[in-house]
């Protein structure tokens, strides 16, 4: 029986991804659990995909084979939570995956302040990213290896568009943020001092993606997204920023004359990238601002205490 969450005094759908997981709140040793259970998940979905290669057309494999394998990468680790989770509802306070704590915005407020922050992020990243490009391709071993992964991610959103989009666009916002931020960094968070447990969790975030050129542009919208996290306590949030960028990239990957290259920097003359550049970074500046309105309720961030229950309490509320 999945346990009964309580949230600033209502009871909420015990039949939740968050409610499920929300008494699990994992520290430095719990994420690297995590990290293995996803590993485990790979391993699973390259073994179902292995399978499934026997019985359907390698076309259907090579366009929607990803739709199969991408949820089930998560799944061992959203069991292992799940069930640690339960283990603890009885005897600890657990922390909400997602709170709605903004300050003195509206919910569509602080929605399209988001997205303003979303696009602000991608333009202030774009010069550290291409600049990491530079300096990892500058040899012809690493640029030979840039160009095998750079196949490899192709082949992997090869297919329709619906099928690149839906993967990007929906299924790693809900998945990598329910991995990323609800789990790591709101265990972090409860453990260690916000700076070092959004920094931490930025680099688990750009490690799951396994070569250096997402890596950085990982960390870097990991430590925005964290920040937000921290200050609102709101996977809904994070998953926003994700879908924005994600669905950004899937869409202007569509468009023929951007195929050739990943970087805005090479897209617009210099004069036009600089003044383009220095307003992104203003606005991720007062869009930064903006979250820092929001007051903190306790050390941890506006993460809301989830109640501790007893097993009576249970049995009285099933």
């Known amino acids: 029986m999945p346990p009964v969450l309580f949230q600033k005094g209502r009871k909420v759908n015990n039949y939740n991804l968050y409610a499920n997981h929300a008494w699990y709140v994992p520290g430095v040793k719990g994420m690297f659990a995590l990290l293995g259970w996803f590993l485990v998940g790979n391993l699973l979905a390259s073994l179902v995909i292995a399978i499934l290669t026997a019985f359907l057309p390698q076309q259907i494999i090579t366009d929607y084979g990803n739709l199969v394998m991408y949820p089930l990468s998560f799944l061992p680790a959203m069991v292992y939570a799940a069930s640690k989770s339960q283990r603890n509802s009885l005897f600890e306070t657990g922390y909400a995956l997602n709170s709605s704590n903004f300050g003195p915005f509206k919910g569509w407020q602080i929605a399209l302040i988001t997205v303003a922050l979303t696009f602000a992020t991608m333009i202030s990243a774009d010069l550290p990213n291409y600049l990491n490009f530079k300096l990892t391709t500058a040899t012809p071993a690493m640029k030979e290896f840039y160009d095998m992964v750079t196949e490899l991610l192709e082949k992997m ?4 568009f619906w099928s690149s989009f839906l993967l990007a666009a929906v299924f790693a916002p809900i998945f990598e943020e329910w991995l990323c ?21 930025a680099l688990f975030f750009a490690v799951i993606h396994m070569n250096p050129w997402q890596a950085l542009n990982a960390f870097i919208i990991g430590v925005i997204m964290g920040y937000v996290y921290y200050k609102t306590g709101s996977l809904i949030l994070t998953m926003l920023i994700h879908f924005v960028n994600n669905a950004t990239a899937v869409i202007l ?13 090479n897209m617009m003359d210099r004069g ?31 993460i809301d205490e989830v109640g501790e229950l007893s097993e009576e309490t249970l049995i009285k509320e099933a």
Do not use: H
């Open 157 to 160: 959103t090869g297919g329709p």
């Open 181 to 201: 931020r609800g789990m790591v960094l709101r265990g972090l968070l409860s453990k260690m001092k916000p700076g070092w447990a959004i920094v931490i969790s």
């Open 253 to 265: 990957s569509q468009i023929p004359s951007l195929q050739e290259t990943d970087y805005w920097i």
């Open 272 to 302: 036009v990238y600089i003044a383009v550049y220095v307003a992104g970074v203003a606005a991720l500046a007062a869009c930064i601002l903006a979250f820092k309105r929001i007051p903190l309720q306790q050390s941890r961030g506006n």
